[in-house]
């Protein structure tokens, strides 16, 4: 277990190293660098060079990535060329927002999934195959046509929830939980899916087992193969398919965040890659990369709960 | 039959250790411990243990699947310790296996024609029908008919896998054949076919074999000589009859008694003679005997010194420091193992 | 003397040209993957061919603006767009994209996927583990944000994108083909080919690669749809394939822009989408399926037929008789199998005492497991009792509903099998486990069944109960992992143990020690058990009673001592004699020629017939029934009076 926590945070420095000095290098590359972008067309070639001493830019790649390095582990992440404002500071606003986009959505995937996964896996009869058409339709559509119709749903038709827009919690607590619901709602679907079909497969695999029929056949109760020896071992390759659901989830998060105009981190990723703010997009996949790490950790903390072999070696 | 036909040695092993690793922080699990034999042409070792015993683990060895840690492998006078797999393709004309499972052992997605042609790559002069004849000449030997060339080996039951095993040994007429297991999954009634098969082989072809098994019953039928392991080194050996009439190390009398024979009589009168003996399992892996910890009858100098081989009166050779006082002297006679029907 | 060895008939299961084509076959006789597979067909022509058709659709900047957002009509069969753009024909060229999308990801998957899995899970060791940490390292990186940071320099690159994607998700496809090669690398062939001198490449690409088929299809057909899914998702954010170009994400986009005046506009894109991932998850079902068929667990265990047919007919009076514990009464199970029902146990009856060993002995195949199993109602797996009766304590268990036969199991009759490593549930401690059990079978509670679990763990003589109970089953040895097992089945205090060849996995000194156990806890608890078994020595060690049976019949009952001093039948003669325990160190073994027919190919009259040295016609007549031979002595044979003599 302790040898496992040591091995993931080995894994995080350099993956963090990784997706900071890869996103740097091919920034770097990018045609018109971050002073001709501030400048526009307007800017004298000796305002332009000027400029690109203040920002750094006449240096070598790896002296800036230094540069940039050393100022990120403090949590500076510069200031974005578009409006000037201090990326940290518009990162710190929007990462609350995001991740309770995404908790949420993971809530709602493993509580309906699990629950889902098992009716399907334990139940025969309409019901169960109703649950398994519709996982695999859910499963086909993208998220963010689902969004959409969502809001022709639930906020254009039935008038039930706002249609795009965040209300922050400080604000008020219902006005927020509102705000969320559809976002949430569309973004865990497809996570939803996924869960109800890991479940149901492991759910049918672990009770297909020896040891399960073994314990029947001394006298163990359904009720307890089912819900303490099937879905504990079963639950190994549920917490896999929800850890790599979650990373998903952030892919999905940038699609939601643009459809419902919700101020996150991904729709900051998309406007800041659109307009070729350098500095934003760098951090924000920084940050993301941190987030999925820590995600990650916790998946493996999981397993070595599920998972007597791991936990004793 | 058990004759052996010339007395030329092809198989020499010499203190032969394999080590397993076992993750960091941990000492290597050492499953074969110096071991040394030979195996002459025509001749048939029986290589006998538990699980654990590492006796499959020196069939491997010889083949090359595992490499040993130390000592030394020679095939007709050749190191073969450490062949690179060019050496092991030239081997492969001499040195053949059967492998315990027959499910496991074919290709379930190959033709027995396809599998049984892969021994012959190497003589890219043969033609195609050349091969495919060759093939049916050896299933015809293995008493399987020549249509079972394009057949799948899912048509085939378990013995009839075992007797394509062993023609896909016999395709390159080889002079060692290690047999690991070859009988342990199949039904009695098969088992004895098979057996009989191996030993008709032997006689028609003067084959060497490494017959590794965990029955002493079955080993005993089909070899000349018998090497007893236990945790990785050698207990005892000798010739066939002499270990498994009049043995003499503490392990191979509590091989030989475990097994059930099909006697109730016989049966209920061992059970009784094992009933007096203290009931001693312990676990570990002791410095001296590895049979220390198991052994009714360790002394403290089986826990600490590691006894020597010693050649006893009845021809084998036996590494226990008690062999003595247990079996000589001077009321005990020589335990005779025989039972009432045989011979 | 020159020995041929007989010709062994092939029991031919299936006549099979190749196992690949079998696999092409098996797949199109679904037409789940057919209508996949047509659909994804037709997908591909549409993309390569409307471009051509169609050449200024991908240019062109609007329509008829007077005709904009429009639904459908004659003209426009999807309607047309904000534009006034036809939309069915921006549909149709759209596709390209996106379809070349989802094959440059998945080259790419492929080419770094594929051979980085064989490489990992064919040679191991350092280098797998150096993969596996770069691959887990990949996969944990946030794909599409990453793939955002290339669009924000690569500017509206499709190949750019696709290709990053294809880099950070290559990782799931290498590990799919790195744990499908880890097994195939064990099988035996493997060693055999290397033994044989064949080199990795040609091992590789032979033995391991057509195996392993299956499982990439799989995986590929879910990251094709993933890739589709990230294309359009790129699309409607017009991260690609800007204006005017069209592209199904461009146009849900366009959508959900004019969603308050034309709803209509979202849904063709959206269900073009929906409909390319759906056939790519079926299609990669389908090929899983096929992939598993015939292993693949059953949904729920189905009990006997004859209990839903007796449900509501009152239960016949059953005869108590003091000296019968277990009465078995024509017994006959069958199994559904692709060619119809086979019976794998016909008309068996015996009978079990109290405090009475019983062996049920035979080969695999003959039955005996399936008898054992049928008596608990444990088949599953499609097999159902046809006929016969299952008398335990005034009772037919085989009438029994599944609730009441769970009452039974466990505290009437308890149950063991082979495999004690694969009887334990991996996850829980074994004290919880046998605590789980005593609470199942007993009314103990609390402290009380503490207290008896390690009663029970003292009772089977593990070396140190209180440490034994707080390990879990993988750290147990086989021969502890059976004690542990049958703590279990003794925490009901059961008057029957039905033991499924209990110690046929442990070495033989560790079955010695099994069969000593078993013994004692008989003497002690006065248990009755039936014992299935294979080994004759293991019979005569324990048992009382024996039942032989073979291909599915019992051959013959007897006292231990009557049947190996007197066998009363060929087979069991047969079987004795070809015992290496009883023969001469040298010298040919006695063996039974030929081999057990096959379930549903049984001959007509006596079963053993094709194998007997001791036939005549009269053995051909009809079924043979079981005549009593003797004291307790029967045995399904014409000369069965002979035969003992002899």
């Known amino acids: ?313 | ?343 | 003397m020159t020995l041929v060895a007989p010709f062994t008939e092939i029991t031919d299961v299936s006549g099979s040209s190749s196992a690949d084509s079998r696999f092409v076959r098996r797949l199109l006789r679904r037409p789940q993957a057919v209508a996949c597979l047509v659909y994804l067909a037709v997908l591909a022509v549409v993309a390569i061919a409307s471009p051509i058709l169609l050449p200024d659709v991908a240019a062109e900047r609007a329509g008829d603006l007077a005709d904009s957002l429009q639904g459908p009509s004659s003209q426009h069969w999807l309607g047309t767009d904000s534009l006034g753009r036809d939309v069915l024909q921006r549909l149709l060229v759209g596709s390209q994209d996106t379809l070349i999308g989802v094959g440059v990801a998945l080259v790419v998957v492929m080419l770094l996927g594929i051979p980085l899995g064989l490489l990992a899970g064919y040679v191991g060791g350092r280098l797998d583990r150096t993969l596996c940490w770069i691959a887990d390292l990949v996969l944990s990186l946030p794909a599409m944000v990453l793939v955002i940071v290339v669009l924000s320099v690569f500017s509206q690159n499709l190949v750019a994108a696709m290709v990053t994607m294809g880099v950070l998700t290559a990782p799931a496809l290498f590990r799919v083909v790195r744990a499908a090669t880890l097994p195939v690398r064990e099988q035996l062939y493997i060693a055999a080919a290397v033994v044989a001198g064949l080199s990795p490449s040609y091992i590789v690409r032979r033995h391991v690669l057509p195996r392993i088929v299956g499982p990439i299809i799989v995986q590929l057909s879910l990251l094709a749809a993933g890739a589709l899914l990230l294309q359009t998702g790129l699309a409607f954010l017009s991260l690609i394939a800007g204006p005017p170009a069209p592209s199904w994400g461009g146009m849900v986009a366009d959508g959900v822009g004019v969603m308050f005046q034309q709803g209509w506009l979202i849904w063709p894109p959206g269900i073009a989408i929906a409909l390319t991932v759906l056939a790519l998850g079926l299609l990669g079902d389908a090929v899983r399926d096929v992939s598993t068929e015939g292993w693949s667990p059953k949904r729920s265990p189905s009990r006997s037929t004859k209990q839903r047919e007796k449900k509501g007919a009152h239960a016949p009076a059953v005869s108590v008789d003091d000296d019968v514990l277990l009465g078995i009464r024509n017994l006959t199970v069958s199994f559904a199998s692709s060619g119809g029902n086979v019976r794998a146990a016909e008309r068996v009856s015996f009978e079990v005492g109290p405090g009475e060993t019983v062996g049920v002995v035979g080969e695999s195949g003959c039955g005996k497991t399936t008898t054992a199993l049928a008596i608990l109602g444990m088949l599953g797996h499609g097999g159902h009792v046809e006929d016969g009766e299952a008398h335990f304590a005034g009772q037919d268990l085989l009438t029994l509903s599944e609730r009441d036969i769970q009452e039974v199991r466990g505290s009437e009759i308890a149950y063991i099998s082979q495999e004690p490593m694969v009887s334990l549930d991996p996850a829980f401690r074994i004290g919880w486990q046998l605590e789980e059990a005593v609470r199942a079978n007993t009314p103990l509670r609390g402290a009380d069944a503490k207290r008896r679990v390690q009663e029970l763990l003292e009772q089977v003589q593990l070396p140190d109960p209180k440490r034994a109970a707080r390990m879990y089953p993988h750290e147990l040895s086989g021969g502890m992992a059976q004690r542990v097992v049958i703590a279990r089945a003794l925490a009901g205090e059961p008057r029957l143990l039905i033991a499924d060849e209990p110690t046929t996995a442990l070495d033989v000194t560790m079955q010695v020690e099994i069969l000593e156990l078993l013994r004692s806890l008989q003497r002690e608890h006065g248990m009755a058990i039936l014992l299935v078994t294979h080994d004759l020595g293991v019979v005569a060690d324990i048992c009382d009673r024996v039942v032989v049976m073979y291909a599915g019949e019992v051959v013959e009952t007897a006292s231990v001592a009557d049947l190996f001093a007197h066998p009363g039948h060929p087979y069991t003669q047969a079987l004795l004699a070809s015992n290496p325990h009883n023969q001469h160190a040298a010298g040919m073994l006695p063996t039974i020629p030929g081999s057990v027919p096959e379930l549903g190919a049984m001959p007509p009259g006596c079963r053993f017939l094709p194998r007997c040295t001791q036939s005549t016609p009269a053995c051909e007549l009809g079924t043979i029934p079981l005549l009593q031979i003797g004291e307790r002595h029967e045995s399904r044979c014409v000369h069965a009076r002979e035969v003992r003599s002899t």
């Open chain 2, 1 to 343: 039959m058990k004759t052996m036909n010339s007395d030329e040695q092809i198989l020499a092993v010499r203190e032969l250790t394999v080590e397993y690793p076992q993750g960091r922080g941990r000492d290597p699990l050492r499953a074969v411990d110096k071991v040394t034999f030979d195996i002459a042409q025509g001749e048939t070792l029986g290589l006998v243990g538990e699980s654990g015993s590492g006796k499959s683990t020196i069939g491997r060895a010889i083949l090359g699947l595992v490499s040993p840690t130390a000592g030394s492998i020679e095939f007709g006078g050749q190191d073969i310790t450490r062949a690179g797999s060019r050496e092991r393709r030239a081997l492969s004309q001499d040195l053949q296996v059967i492998f315990q499972d027959p499910y496991s052992s074919l290709n379930p997605s190959r033709t027995i024609g396809a599998t049984l042609a892969e021994s012959l790559r190497l003589h890219p002069e043969l033609s195609k029908d050349q091969v495919r004849d060759r093939a049916a000449d050896v299933l015809g030997r293995v008493g399987l008919p020549r249509t079972a060339i394009d057949r799948f080996p899912s048509n085939f039951s378990g013995g009839q896998r075992q007797r394509i095993a062993i023609a896909r040994a016999l395709m390159v007429e080889p002079r060692l054949v290690i047999c690991d297991e070859p009988v342990s999954a199949l039904d009695l009634s098969v088992q004895a076919q098979v057996l009989n098969l191996l030993s008709e082989l032997q006689r028609e072809f003067n084959l060497g074999y490494l017959f590794v098994a965990h029955d002493l019953d079955v080993v005993r039928h089909l070899s000349h000589r018998i090497i007893v392991l236990f945790g990785g080194q050698v207990m005892e050996e000798g010739p066939a009859e002499a270990v498994y009439s009049k043995p003499l190390h503490p392990y191979t009398k509590a091989l030989l008694d475990a097994a059930p024979v099909p006697d109730p009589v016989l049966q209920a009168a061992r059970r009784t003679r094992r009933e007096q003996l203290p009931i001693v399992s312990g676990a570990g892996q002791p410095a001296g005997c590895p049979f220390a910890t198991r052994c009714p009858h360790a002394l403290p100098v089986c826990h600490s010194e590691r006894p020597t081989m010693e050649v006893t009166p009845v021809g084998t050779s036996v590494a226990c420091h008690r062999w003595r006082d247990l079996n000589s002297v001077p009321t005990l006679e020589l335990p005779d193992r025989k039972i009432s029907h045989a011979r």
């Open chain 1, 1 to 313: 277990m302790v040898s496992m926590v040591i091995r993931r945070v080995f894994t995080a420095v350099p993956l963090l190293l990784l997706v900071s000095s890869l996103s740097f290098v091919l920034l770097s590359l990018t045609p018109g660098d971050a002073a001709r972008q501030i400048l526009g067309t307007r800017g004298t070639p000796e305002q332009y060079e000027a400029l690109r001493q203040q920002l750094g830019l006449d240096q070598p790649v790896y002296e800036q990535f230094w540069h940039w390095l050393s100022r990120a582990v403090t949590g500076d992440f510069g200031t974005s060329i578009i409006n000037g404002t201090s990326v940290a500071g518009e990162i710190w606003a929007r990462l609350p927002v995001t991740l309770s986009l995404i908790s949420g959505a993971i809530l709602v995937s493993v509580v309906v999934g699990v629950a889902g996964g098992v009716f399907s896996a334990v139940k025969d009869g309409w019901l169960a195959r109703a649950i398994d058409a519709l996982v695999l339709v859910v499963w086909a559509l993208p998220v963010f046509w689902v969004g959409s119709m969502l809001v022709v749903v639930f906020a254009i038709k039935l008038e039930w929830l706002p249609a795009v827009g965040y209300v922050p919690l400080s604000e008020s607590p219902t006005a927020w939980a509102r705000s969320l619901a559809l976002p949430v709602f569309a973004l865990s679907l497809g996570s939803v899916a996924a869960v109800v079909k890991q479940t149901r497969e492991a759910m049918l695999d672990v009770l297909g087992s020896d040891y399960i029929r073994m314990a029947a056949a001394n006298g163990i109760p359904p009720r307890s193969l089912i819900f303490r020896h099937a879905l504990k071992n079963a639950a190994i390759p549920v917490v896999t398919v929800v850890g790599l659901q979650t990373i998903g989830l952030f892919g999905g998060a940038v699609l939601i965040e643009n459809l419902f105009a919700v101020p996150g981190l991904g729709s900051l990723l998309v406007t800041s890659a659109l307009s070729n703010d350098i500095p934003a997009v760098q951090a924000v996949a920084v940050v993301f990369t941190l987030v999925v790490i820590i995600v990650n950790f916790a998946v493996d903390i999981a397993y070595g709960l599920l998972n007597p072999k791991l936990r004793s070696s």
